[in-house]
C-alpha cells in the first residue's frame, strides 16, 4: 500500500520561509515522478513543483521558480519543499502526490499522480 504522509505546514509571514516534507511509503521510484501541490479556498488544485525519479529532472510552476526547492532523499523515501521569499497568495493547503507523469509545459505543470496525501496547510500573513 502506498502511503504519503505531509509535515511542516505552519502560519509564517510574508517573506519568510518554511520547509515542507513528505514521508513516502510503499512506492516504486523507478522512472515514476513526485511532487507538491496546492489547493487554496475556492480555487482549483495547481501543480507547484515535481521531480522525475528516474533522472532527477525538477519543474516548477512558473509562479514558485526561483523560490521554491524541490528534492529527495530517496534512501529514505522522502520528499522535501524548501519555500522562500513566501507571499500570501502562497497560501493554500500542499499535498504530496506520486505517479506516472509530471512534466512542465508553458510555465505550468502537467501531471497525472496516482498516490495523494492528505495534506498541509501552509498560511503566509500580511
Known amino acids: 500500500e502506498v502511503q504519503l504522509v505531509e509535515s511542516g505546514g505552519s502560519l509564517v509571514q510574508v517573506g519568510g520561509s518554511l520547509r515542507l516534507s513528505c514521508a513516502i511509503s510503499?512506492?516504486?521510484?523507478?522512472?515514476?515522478?513526485i511532487g507538491w501541490f496546492r489547493q487554496a479556498p475556492g480555487n482549483k488544485r495547481e501543480g507547484v513543483a515535481c521531480?522525475?525519479?528516474?533522472?532527477?529532472?525538477?519543474y516548477y510552476d512558473a509562479s514558485v521558480k526561483g523560490r521554491f526547492t524541490i528534492s529527495s532523499d530517496s534512501a529514505k523515501a522522502t520528499l522535501f519543499l524548501q519555500m522562500n521569499s513566501l507571499k500570501p497568495e502562497d497560501t493554500a493547503v500542499y499535498y504530496c502526490a506520486a505517479g506516472p507523469l509530471c512534466t512542465e509545459v508553458g510555465g505550468s505543470l502537467v501531471y497525472g499522480m496516482d498516490y495523494w496525501g492528505k495534506g498541509t496547510l501552509v498560511s503566509v500573513s500580511s
Open positions: 521531480m522525475a525519479t528516474g533522472d532527477g529532472s525538477a
Open positions: 510503499g512506492f516504486t521510484f523507478d522512472d515514476n515522478a
